[in-house]
T-cell receptor, first 115, second 109 residues
Framework: GAGVSQSPRYKVAKRGQDVALRCDPI?????LFWYQQALGQGPEFLTY????????KSGLPSDRFFAERPEGSVSTLKIQRTQQEDSAVYLC?????????????FGPGTRLLVL | LAKTTQPISMDSYEGQEVNITCSHN???????ITWYQQFPSQGPRFIIQ???TKVTNEVASLFIPADRKSSTLSLPRVSLSDTAVYYC??????????FGKGTRLHILP
């Protein structure tokens, strides 16, 4: 079966440009997570959805970051007015159940470079 | 949320058994211990999860002593393809799990 997919895999943006990153979770997975991973660091939590409900967005770095999952499946992470410090890999993960210690299945990530 | 401490990096040779130990002194009663593996340019991949004693699957073993204040991931007979970053995670709080910096394992021929 298909795993978690993310698109685009690579994105180069000029500073100030808006970007949208897409995540297709495994079909039927209730929970969806977004992480940001800087070079040489572990993934850092950004936000969490249970179906279409965004239960936690405490990890979003600023109000320029916005995530949605309107139908409880595909999710989009939008970054407005990108800055150089937004350059990172953005990882999406999904899990079958709602328990947070359930196995998370990660996508390959979107590598964002802001010039 | 239990803080974890694991070595920054380790080197080993093909065919050896590799043990990576993670300390988590303030683990809570309901916390599970989970290990993920991450290759370059890929997302993390679940390896193993345990609560106490020993858990074994086709990839690794996880040893957890009775006090649960540490855990050891054991990789038998490693190969070059086991070169990766290994993350130890303990518990979850407030709708999130926390990845640390992980252990960079480098397997040499």
């Amino acid at each position: 079966g298909a795993g978690v997919s993310q698109s685009p895999r690579y994105k180069v943006a000029k500073r100030g440009q808006d970007v949208a990153l897409r995540c297709d979770p495994i079909s039927g997975h209730v929970s969806l997570f977004w992480y940001q991973q800087a070079l040489g660091q572990g993934p850092e939590f950004l936000t969490y959805f249970q179906n279409e409900a965004q239960l936690d967005k405490s990890g979003l770095p600023s109000d320029r970051f916005f995530a949605e999952r309107p139908e409880g499946s595909v999710s989009t992470l939008k970054i407005q007015r990108t800055q150089q410090e937004d350059s990172a890999v953005y990882l999406c993960a999904s899990s079958l159940l709602v328990a947070l210690q359930e196995t998370q299945y990660f996508g390959p990530g979107t590598r964002l470079l802001v010039l | 949320l239990a803080k974890t401490t694991q070595p920054i990096s380790m080197d080993s040779y093909e065919g050896q058994e590799v043990n990576i130990t993670c300390s988590h002194n303030n683990i809570a009663t309901n916390d599970y211990i989970t290990w993920y593996q991450q290759f370059p340019s890929q997302g993390p991949r679940f390896i193993i999860q345990g609560y106490k004693t020993k858990v074994t699957n086709e990839v690794a073993s996880l040893f957890i002593p009775a006090d649960r204040k540490s855990s050891t991931l054991s990789l038998p007979r490693v190969s070059l393809s086991d070169t990766a970053v290994y993350y130890c995670l303990v518990g979850a709080r407030d709708d999130k799990i926390i990845f640390g910096k992980g252990t960079r394992l480098h397997i040499l021929p």
